[in-house]
């Protein structure tokens, strides 16, 4: 039983992160709809507006 208690809480708080990660449509862009998916993920979800490929895949490799 306790096992599917804790299997329970890690998908709620994960679902609780993926909700989180939302669209943001009021942010500043100085060119909207010029950017690609990652400078506008970048910039949406995580206030930077300049980024290099790696530092980017650093912020989003949850695996080590």
Known sequence: ?????????????????????????????DSPGKEDWATRHMIEEHHISFFDARSFFHLHDYDN
């Open 1 to 29: 039983m306790s096992k599917l208690v804790t299997i329970l809480v890690a998908l709620t708080a994960l679902c609780c992160f993926a909700v989180g990660h939302g669209y943001h449509p009021d942010m500043p862009s």
